[in-house]
């Protein structure tokens, strides 16, 4: 009998044992009251990587994605994003819900910035009867495209664009390592681009939990304010920080392995039904098949074959590949899929 071959997500990675190891002799203290040396030293890394001043470790990328839009974005201000953007479509409406922001959006085939559709819909200064733009949202590499990367040019745009009237920017870079490993961009010279950057430590790196938000020293300590608020601070959270350090250390440049799967896959999905997948969409490591209504069926049929799966919409699936899938699970997968789409 095969082992499960889980493509659901990349945030179904368990520890290895070396991060297990770095996590049981994390030095630790109370973070809440500021005295942890281990997310001291993670905030401080990935802020410092990311170009900005200071980090805050929060539990999941949903609250750095929140803390984020709230420095930039008052209670009935507007935020625009691409319309499969995770923080309209996968944070159970919480900027909304929790902070009284209201969005609109654009529409791009892969996920990218649209340069003439924010021009088209921002509004940053809307008088007494229209909504004002506060900011704008950038997810980078973008998960519901289909982990496509958004190009570097047309982020320098969009700060150029906003600048002269006032609307700052947020990018959801859970899965910017990714992108950073597929183009060979420095992580800073994403960052800088943005007043606030959230990235995921429990997607491609590997650690059980955690998201860093990066800013202002300023921003950052409001946030810290506001993780308290909405219940979400923490005791001794060396211990989960240390899992990103040790992430940091060994499992970034390793991405590339997953994208090289997720290519496999890929080309040998497209060699038995060139209709289900784009692969000039393949960025990095998440793969789009669209089979239509054939999507339930599909996902179910290779369950049984032990390849786990997901549907991210009408008639997609999903897979994603990540440091417990191996290059054999990625060929034993490839088959499988392609036998299951092959006309």
């Not at 040396?37 to 410092?48: C, D, K, N, Q, Y």
């Not at 900011?135 to 998960?143: D, I, L, P, R, S």
Request: aromatic share 4%; net charge negative.
């Amino acid at each position: 009998m095969w082992d499960v071959i889980d493509l659901r997500s990349d945030t179904v990675t368990r520890p290895t044992a070396a991060m297990l190891a770095a996590m049981s002799t994390a030095e630790t203290g109370d973070d809440v009251y500021g005295e942890d040396p281990t997310v001291h030293a993670l905030e401080g890394r990935v802020a410092e990587l990311l170009g900005h001043e200071a980090g805050l470790f929060t539990v999941s990328g949903s609250l750095a994605n929140v803390l984020g839009v709230r420095s930039l974005v008052a209670p009935g201000q507007e935020l625009l994003c691409e319309e499969r953007a995770h923080v309209v479509r996968a944070e159970l409406g919480a900027h909304a819900a929790w902070q009284g922001v209201t969005t609109r959006t654009w529409s791009d085939p892969r996920g990218h910035v649209d340069l003439d559709a924010v021009r088209r819909l921002m509004t940053p200064d809307a008088g007494p009867y229209m909504v004002s733009t506060a900011a704008v949202a950038v997810e980078n590499t973008h998960n519901f495209a289909g982990g496509t990367v958004q190009p570097l040019a047309a982020l320098r745009e969009l700060r150029a664009l906003v600048d002269p009237v006032g609307v700052r920017l947020h990018l959801d870079g859970a899965r910017l390592w990714n992108a950073h490993v597929a183009t060979g961009v420095a992580l800073a010279d994403y960052g800088r681009l943005f007043d606030t950057v959230a990235v995921c430590l429990s997607k491609g790196l590997g650690a059980p939990v955690g998201s860093v938000l990066v800013g202002s020293a300023a921003a950052m300590a409001e946030a810290r304010v506001w993780r308290k608020r909405l219940g979400a601070g923490w005791r001794q959270a060396g211990v989960l920080a240390a899992a990103g350090l040790y992430a940091l250390d060994h499992h970034v440049d390793r991405l590339a392995d997953d994208h090289a799967h997720a290519r496999l896959i890929a080309e040998t999905v497209a060699a038995a039904d060139p209709a289900v997948v784009d692969l000039a969409a393949v960025e990095t490591n998440v793969v789009l098949l669209d089979v239509g209504d054939r999507a339930a069926g599909l996902v179910e049929r290779a369950a049984a074959e032990g390849v786990l799966t997901g549907t991210v919409g009408p008639g997609l699936v999903r897979l994603i590949t990540h440091l417990d899938v191996t290059a054999e699970d990625a060929k034993r997968a490839a088959g499988v899929l392609a036998a299951l789409v092959r006309p």
